[in-house]
């Protein structure tokens, strides 16, 4: 199913770097679907798997939000 289980402070051992910096990133990926937070410093990996419906539903929240700002110039001005 190409889920994983990731620990962030064994990440950021690995890795060489800073906690913060690992944090920096699962925050980007997290928005996007890619990993989902299960407890603290746990995430589960779901990869690519999740991406491309959350950015289908972004751009659908994009284009109504677009819509709406539109119809809302539209309507102010005509007054």
Same mark, same amino acid.
């Given at each position: 199913n190409g =889920? @994983? =289980?990731?620990c962030l402070d064994a990440a950021a051992s690995r890795l060489g +770097? =800073? /906690? /913060? /910096?690992?944090?920096?990133? +699962?925050?980007?990926l997290e928005s996007v679907g890619i990993v989902v937070r299960k407890a603290k410093n746990?995430?589960?990996?779901?990869? !690519?798997s999740k991406l491309e419906p959350t950015l289908a539903a972004l751009k659908k929240e994009a284009l109504a939000?677009? @819509?709406? !700002?539109k119809t809302s110039l539209d309507t102010n001005s005509k007054n």
């Open positions: =889920e @994983s =289980e990731i +770097v =800073e /906690r /913060r /910096r690992i944090y920096d990133i +699962v925050n980007v746990r995430y589960t990996w779901y990869g !690519k939000d677009q @819509s709406l !700002k």
